[in-house]
Nanobody, 122 residues
Framework: VQLQASGGGLVQAGGSLTLACAASGFTFDDYAVGWFRQAPGKGREGLSCIGKRGGSPFVADSVKGRFTTSTDNAKNTVYLQMNDLKPEDTAVYFC????????????????WGQGTLVTVSS
């Protein structure tokens, strides 16, 4: 199982970015994929999760209405569309996978991508 996150960069406040998480070695039929972020000096925050088998799908209150998670099964890729970005969204963003069920807990995930840096300027 491997995950490759991409799409980070520098954007002005109010702008948009789309992150991609390319997965290999598994399919979304059997694994849930979550997005997390970690800002400097802070813990890892769960943002969202998508999985066919359910569990605890969630969207964090801090990004609700601004971030959307979707999948492209043909490309085995999960996307995080981020709109109306704010300086407090600046962080390293990670995708992670675990078998079957969604969870908001980072500890529940067995596989992690390398992270992609998002910087939002004011």
């Amino acid at each position: 199982v491997q995950l490759q996150a991409s799409g980070g960069g520098l954007v002005q406040a109010g702008g948009s970015l789309t992150l991609a998480c390319a997965a290999s070695g598994f399919t979304f039929d059997d694994y849930a994929v979550g997005w997390f972020r970690q800002a400097p000096g802070k813990g890892r925050e769960g943002l969202s999760c998508i999985g066919k088998r359910g569990g605890s799908p969630f969207v964090a209150d801090s990004v609700k209405g601004r971030f959307t998670t979707s999948t492209d099964n043909a490309k085995n890729t999960v996307y995080l569309q981020m709109n109306d970005l704010k300086p407090e969204d600046t962080a390293v963003y990670f995708c992670a996978a675990q078998r079957y069920y969604c969870s908001s807990r980072a500890q529940a995930y067995n596989y992690w991508g390398q992270g992609t840096l998002v910087t939002v300027s004011s």
